[in-house]
């Protein structure tokens, strides 16, 4: 009797849980069809209802997995490995016929892309492609949670209707797009989540720790990594967007708590000029779908406001130069479980239903837009065909003789893009540059991907808006600090040579005789940083030439790397294998030297050959630092060069024995959490000769805590007056010109007594956003007899900007050795007023405090991993630091 006691309150449990269930159920999706009991519910794997905990990273792959291995409407792609090694995967969702000639659908739709046979395509049989990807930002968690009930959906609801939309769609899902990230936020809001869900929102659970869930492992934002691609989740992503090239890809985030729900488009005057207008008119016709759904379940939204589409490095945006509309989704975010705003109470399922309502009112939105949806991506490439054919540059060419590394990473980039890359034919001089067949790369720009060429190569200066929700330039020739030129007229003996399928890194070697006497390697490598690190780290003794020498009729420029090989702890031929070794592994060529008798220049034995120390580095990482500065700064130092880097909170700094580390970075932050103590600490530490390396609001807050002798111009209360004609509009651009104002309006703005004239308040806020920065490229002058400009082969670098800090000049002549220009912008935007403020001002500053130092760098020289070209005054300010001063010549050894 016990025994069926038991058995009959099991099945008591289980019925109660699956009403439940359904009752959950219910709350997110449409009960208007039926369900496959065959197909597992999420809490069915999961053990608890989506939004009573938030799904990690295991639990969300398990429920996946477990669908795959359910229904014959899906398949399961590993597509990638993030830092932490957590697979990327994508769910390939539509009928099982179309499932069962999925590769002869791929290949066809694919061909959409490609003039010469689009038209021949039959688009009314043909299925639409719908990308969903969510939660590119750990801690915007919502989307992620709501894939869940997506796949469910697709995978198990049943019906005429469904049935209908999976013959006709093929849906693509990316349940998490941050898996890194999001295991973060999910682990912090779940361990502090109490059984009474407290809404406060001071509250731990809502309050995140830095460096917070947002960012992917070394804290980048992986949102604005489509277009340079540095990262393992970006590279495999766009692998499957290109391999499937959707008619729409979604892209689910979260904003402010106080905020509702956003759907795009977005201001309709800051979509960039290469996105066609039938993209926005799309955008907004799938938007009445969505207004639609979200005024059925009563939820507050809005469109056309705040966001834009200009920046082509977002989910959002990349589609639009892609002939696909990308649409991006902003819900408010509860942070943790619940949370009080100034609309309520928003509980964590709340924020979920709207997210997988706005999936579903865009799966509807494919299904009744799709012959439109097919024949605007067909349209788009071959109306590209005719303004590649027709506009005035042939082609690009990029390159760097003497540093092949660099040019290679770009054009690995330029090929993940799906852009065909060739060698020159032959040696080119255009622009004042010369070419060679074997380093150059070209770019014809008659190609499929013309408008994407454009965005990666153009400087553009002219806008329709003066604000930006991101970066307004991001030129990759001048990120990569390389010489480029447009191609107007093809040479007579041709342009294009060998076609590069896939690029080769740089072949190194060592040239010249086994036995050497000494070793010697150009700077000008990108990887000669890594070369000399691991040197160091086997303890060989190496030398930096801080003039220039000769071996035979080749001219080591300053900052060569010299390495004797009498006196070192390694035997010759192990010196000789490791010279080799670096060479290969980073694209170098190492010349075995056999007499210290240079025929020009330094001779071998001089004192201006300055021995190096191993740096031992520290980046302050922690609360008051920005997570992605010091991140950039991380991912350089540890995924790029190999170098082992202590990542110390800043309030540990009066508990920790500085004398092991002989190089301190100071990130982008406002280190408010320093105490003094600690600063004195800091200081001494200097004093004994050690380099302390400081960035943007990292060099302000030493120069406004009496640290270093670094001076930055007053910040402006407000922007200068201007004409009541120009400030009548809220767009400001320094390039475009408002409507003139009506007469009543240009009276009452008349300036009084000196004040600038009166402004309508509604224009209050743009006026403000059109002073900022929010991210343009500068031309500045280095000085390449300098420690921190060993390495370049021109004087005219280009720096990536995104804030108004402004650097005064020293009194010292030695301690600014790069400076902006006269006229310093090069690409982007950038109002009048502070256009006049940067000029000539300086963009480094050396201190000398005791016998060490203080650099001080204004911006940032590892923006998002991709600005090649300003790295080396980083690394140059780590490894010559040692050595430089301010107030004098470099000094000599004793």
């Given at each position: ?84 090694h957590r697979p990327l995967v994508l769910l390939t969702i ?291 065909a005719g303004e590649a054919r027709n506009q005035g540059v ?119 005789d086994k036995n050497a006497y000494a070793y010697a390697f ?373």
């Amino acid at each position: 009797m016990k025994k069926y006691y038991g058995l009959l309150l099991l099945l008591l449990a289980t019925l109660t849980a699956l009403a439940q269930s359904k009752s959950n159920l219910a709350y997110y999706l449409p009960q208007t069809v039926t369900y496959n009991p065959a197909i597992p519910t999420p809490a069915s794997v999961l053990g608890y209802e989506v939004g009573e905990w938030h799904v990690s990273h295991d639990q969300l792959l398990m429920y996946m997995r477990a669908v795959d291995a359910a229904s014959d409407r899906v398949t399961l792609t590993e597509y990638a490995r993030t830092h932490e090694h957590r697979p990327l995967v994508l769910l390939t969702i539509t009928s099982p016929e179309n499932q069962r000639n999925i590769a002869q659908i791929k290949a066809e739709h694919h061909q959409l892309t490609d003039p010469a046979v689009s038209g021949r395509l039959d688009i009314s049989r043909m299925p639409a492609v719908l990308w969903m990807g969510y939660s590119v930002h750990g801690s915007e968690p919502s989307g992620t949670n709501a894939s869940l009930l997506a796949v469910y959906y697709l995978a198990a609801a049943q019906g005429p209707a469904i049935d209908e939309t999976l013959r006709n769609t093929v849906i693509l899902v990316d349940p998490s797009i941050n898996p890194d990230g999001m295991s973060r936020f999910a682990g912090w809001v779940n361990s502090r989540r109490s059984k009474n869900l407290v809404t406060d929102p001071n509250n731990v659970e809502q309050n995140e720790v830095w460096p917070g869930g947002r960012f992917n492992h070394y804290w980048f934002d992986l949102n604005r990594d489509w277009l340079p691609l540095q990262h393992p989740e970006s590279r495999g992503r766009l692998q499957q967007f290109h391999d499937w090239k959707p008619n729409l890809l979604t892209d689910h985030h979260e904003m402010s708590s106080n905020s509702t729900f956003f759907f795009q488009p977005g201001v309709p005057s800051r979509k960039h000029p290469l996105t066609p207008e039938r993209n926005f008119e799309l955008t907004k016709s799938i938007g009445a779908y969505h207004a639609k759904a979200l005024d059925k379940i009563g939820s507050l939204y809005f469109t056309e406001e705040n966001y834009d589409d200009f920046y082509y490095g977002k989910g959002s945006t990349y589609p639009d130069v892609n002939g696909a509309v990308g649409i991006l989704f902003e819900q408010a975010s509860s942070r943790g479980h619940a949370q009080e705003t100034v609309n309520g109470i928003l509980r964590f399922p709340f924020t979920i239903r709207n997210q997988v309502t706005t999936t579903l009112s865009s799966i509807e939105a494919v299904q009744a837009l799709r012959p439109e949806l097919l024949a605007y991506q067909r349209d788009f490439y071959q109306k590209v065909a005719g303004e590649a054919r027709n506009q005035g540059v042939r082609a690009y060419v990029f390159g760097a003789d003497q540093d092949p590394a660099r040019s290679y990473e770009l054009a690995r980039i330029i090929r993940q893009h799906q852009i065909a890359v060739y060698r020159p034919k032959s040696a080119l001089t255009l622009g004042g540059h010369m070419f060679s067949p074997t380093n150059a790369y070209v770019v014809p720009t008659d190609q499929p991907q013309f408008r994407l060429i454009q965005a990666m190569f153009e400087s553009r200066t002219k806008f329709q808006d003066s604000i930006f929700y991101d970066i307004s330039a991001w030129t990759l020739p001048y990120a990569f600090g390389l010489n480029t030129a447009a191609v107007t007229k093809a040479p007579k003996a041709g342009l294009l040579g060998q076609r590069l399928d896939s690029v080769s890194f740089p072949m190194g070697r060592v040239l010249g005789d086994k036995n050497a006497y000494a070793y010697a390697f150009s700077w000008h490598g990108y990887y000669a940083p890594r070369a000399l690190n691991t040197l160091l780290a086997r303890k060989v003794t190496v030398k930096v030439a801080t003039e220039p020498f000769f071996i035979g009729d080749t001219k080591m420029d300053y900052g060569s790397i010299m390495v004797p090989v009498a006196s070192q702890s390694l035997p010759a031929d192990s010196l000789h294998a490791l010279m080799q070794r670096i060479a290969v592994q980073n694209g170098l060529d190492v010349l075995a030297i056999t007499t210290g008798l240079s025929p020009q220049g330094l001779k071998l034995g001089s004192v201006n050959f300055v021995t190096l120390k191993k740096p031992e580095i520290m980046l302050l990482a922690g609360q008051g630092v920005s997570p992605t500065d010091v991140g950039e700064a991380w991912h350089l130092l540890d995924n790029r060069f190999d170098m082992a880097t202590s990542l110390v909170a800043p309030d540990a700094l009066d508990r920790v024995n500085l004398d092991r580390y002989t190089v301190i970075v100071v990130s982008d932050g406002t280190y408010g959490g320093i105490t003094p103590a600690s600063r004195e600490k800091l200081r001494a530490w200097v004093q004994r000769g050690n380099t302390l390396l400081a960035i943007g609001r990292g060099a302000k807050w030493l120069a406004d805590n009496g640290m270093s002798t670094t001076r930055f111009k007053a910040a402006g209360t407000a922007p200068a007056p201007m004409a009541p004609e120009t400030v009548a509009s809220p767009v400001a651009s320094n390039t475009t010109k408002a409507p003139a104002a009506s007469p009543a309006s240009a009276r009452a703005g008349t300036p009084t007594a000196g004040l600038p004239p009166q402004q309508p308040y509604v224009g209050m806020r743009n006026t403000a956003s059109a002073q900022e920065i929010s991210g343009a490229i500068f031309s500045v002058r280095l000085d390449l007899t300098h420690p921190l400009g060993y390495g370049y082969e021109s004087p005219d670098v280009h720096l990536f900007r995104d804030h108004t800090l402004f650097m005064e000049r020293s009194a010292s002549p030695y301690a600014n050795p790069l400076m902006y220009t006269a006229r310093p912008l090069a690409s982007g935007f950038i109002s009048k007023a502070n256009e006049l403020k940067l000029r000539n001002t300086a963009a480094v500053d050396i201190a000398d405090v005791g016998a060490g130092r203080i650099i001080s760098l204004v911006d940032d020289p590892n923006f998002r991993a991709f600005w090649y070209g300003t790295n080396k005054l980083f690394l140059n300010s780590i490894f010559f630091g040692q050595f430089i001063r301010a107030g004098s010549p470099t000094p000599s050894e004793e």
